[in-house]
C-alpha cells in the first residue's frame, strides 16, 4: 500500500522559512521521481518541484532561488526547503509521486504566509 504523508507546513510571516517533509513508503523510494504541488483557494493546483531518482531537479519560476526540494533516500523523504516565503505562497502543499501506472497523493500540509 502506498502511502506519502506531508508534514511541517504551519503560519509564518513573509521572508520567514519553512520546511516541508513527505514520507513515502510502499514504493522502492529511490528509483521514482517526487514532486510538490500547490493549490491556493480559487486557483488550480500547480507543480511547485520535481526531484528525479537520480537528483536531478525542476522549478516553477516563481519559486527558483527560493525553494530547494531534495530526497534522502535512506528515509524514504522529500523535503520542500522553502525560504524567502511571501504571502503569495500560501496554499495547500501536496506531494505526488507515479508508482506503476498510478499517481498517489499525499493528504496535504497548509501554509499560510501573512504579510
Known amino acids: 500500500q502506498v502511502q506519502l504523508v506531508e508534514s511541517g507546513g504551519g503560519l509564518v510571516q513573509a521572508g520567514k522559512s519553512l520546511r516541508l517533509s513527505c514520507a513515502a513508503s510502499?514504493?522502492?523510494?529511490?528509483?521514482?521521481?517526487m514532486n510538490w504541488y500547490r493549490q491556493a483557494p480559487g486557483k488550480q493546483r500547480e507543480l511547485v518541484a520535481t526531484i528525479t531518482g537520480g537528483g536531478s531537479t525542476n522549478y516553477a519560476d516563481s519559486v527558483k532561488g527560493r525553494f530547494t526540494i531534495s530526497r534522502d533516500n535512506a528515509k524514504n523523504t522529500v523535503y520542500l526547503q522553502m525560504n524567502s516565503l511571501k504571502p503569495e505562497d500560501t496554499a495547500v502543499y501536496y506531494c505526488?509521486?507515479?508508482?506503476?501506472?498510478?499517481?498517489?497523493w499525499g493528504q496535504g500540509t497548509q501554509v499560510t504566509v501573512s504579510s
Open positions: 505526488r509521486t507515479t508508482w506503476g501506472t498510478r499517481d498517489y
Open positions: 510502499g514504493i522502492v523510494f529511490r528509483i521514482v521521481a
